[in-house]
């Protein structure tokens, strides 16, 4: 066991409760464009964690072909530990956009989107994962 693949993991499972507490959160107080403000860069923060730990999850694996989040995000759906590949591709896109540019617009709709899939397959990545991982 990859006592340092434990820790990504521990770690990334510590920022996915961090954004499932600011989702519920903005639920309860939908008018606040601060606390979607803040889901968002929770979001922000455990894909970055996210796609560094299939990295290094898939390097463990002996799969060398992942550099960027894009090509991981492929070798992972190739072996199954990520559901749809092209909802990954849309995570990375969206990614893209809230580091670049704000439009209200755009965050609102990304805001939806983390809240409707992207938290969920982020989760269950990390539910399988943690099943395939003994401490």
């Not at 499972?13 to 309860?28: F, M, P, V, W």
């Not at 979001?43 to 960027?68: D, H, M, P, R, T």
Request: with cysteine; hydrophobic share 35%.
């Amino acid at each position: 066991m990859d006592k340092r693949l434990n820790e990504k993991l521990n770690d990334f499972g510590k920022a996915l409760l961090r954004l499932s507490e600011a989702i519920d959160e903005s639920k309860n107080n939908s008018k606040s464009s601060t606390l979607k403000d803040g889901v968002i860069q929770r979001f922000e923060f455990c894909y970055e964690i996210c796609w560094k730990l299939i990295k290094y999850y898939l390097e463990n694996e002996g799969i060398q072909e992942a550099k960027s989040p894009k090509s991981t995000f492929r070798e992972g759906f190739k072996i199954g530990i990520i559901e749809d590949g092209e909802d990954w591709i849309d995570m990375l896109n969206d990614r893209n956009l809230t580091s670049h540019v704000y439009d209200e617009e755009v965050a609102l709709d990304i805001y939806e989107k983390i809240i409707s899939k992207y938290f969920r397959q982020m989760n269950d990545m990390y539910i399988l994962l943690k099943s395939k991982v003994v401490d």
